[in-house]
């Protein structure tokens, strides 16, 4: 399989070709199953961005924009007072099912943006135009995915020796199910595979990342599928991975990045960095833009959602494995602090610290 009929198999997030429903890859059965549904509520939307069933920042924000065009669709009347009464209802309902990933709101604001821009068009047309603008997220994402991989595959390229795999690691999922194409943190090693290089080229070290096992679910499956020599291993085996001298570098996504370059990702992304830093090893953040939240001046200001305490008890297990009424912390992400990031990566360019200035010299923020 190449890696674009590989790329045509897992297709994230779509419009069905009537528009008459949103159509996603429904994550929480990979990888035993590849299973499409569609989405036709405001409802059955919500729980899947909530449940994770369509997840990773850039497809959160494809989605979004995808469902709220879909229900934009659906409402009744042609008066743009009431139709955009009902708009702003529908996007701040959306908005409510995940408070950390930026990538949801930015794109539900770019949605509203194009409704207030073409207030003096009939209803009609401005519903037109939500499809159309949702086409464009989308198109932009496969853009903004390719761009930071060539940055990635750069990086990669000064690592390669002749006769010698090199060693990636990255944690939880941010590859081409958790965007439109490409991902974020894989583009580079999908980048080398475009350019030719044989999956033999690299190893990549998939962490499971519990509690939700993304990285074992969906990291490995994806690059194993593409025909990368690929190895999964517990979170809690990356530190003797390091010292063991198998690992060149680190890419990792990231849900939202505040103004000082403080980023927040997946639970246990802070605790890789951290390993990363005492072993010396390169440790990047793959971020598109939109991801950037220069409102944000630090990580402290990053909302952290709080999951439910079965995702650790009993999710993935045939009997509980905690005891009854145990109280359980159950954060969905941490936040990586700045100084141990040795660069973020955007489609518009390599940042290093102080990020603030690093950001305003890309015009991330103006």
Known sequence: MTVEEFFDQVITVRMREDRSSLDIIDQTLLPGTIK??????KEEIW???KKLRVRGAPAIGAAA????????????GDQYDAFYSRFKELKDYLASSRPTAVNLFWALNRMEAAVTANKERDVTAIKELLFEEADKIREEDIQISRGIGEIGFGLLKELKKEGREIGILTHCNAGTLATAKYGTATAPMYIALE???PGTAMHVYCDETRPLLQGARLTSFELYNAGITTTLQCD???SILMKSGKIDIIFVGCDRVARNGDAANKIGTSGVAILAKHYGIPFYVCAPTSTIDMDTLTGDQIPIEMRSPDEVTEMWYKERMAPEGINVYNPAFDV????????IITEK????APYDKAFESLGIGR
Do not use: F, P, Q, V
């Open 36 to 41: 499409r549904i569609n989405l036709n509520t």
């Open 47 to 49: 729980e899947a961005i």
């Open 65 to 76: 924009a995808y469902g709220i065009a879909l229900l934009a669709s659906g409402i009744a």
């Open 195 to 197: 350019k030719g290089w």
């Open 236 to 238: 809690n085996m990356a």
């Open 336 to 343: 990586t602090d700045h100084s141990l990031i040795t660069g």
């Open 349 to 352: 360019g390599m940042c290093h």
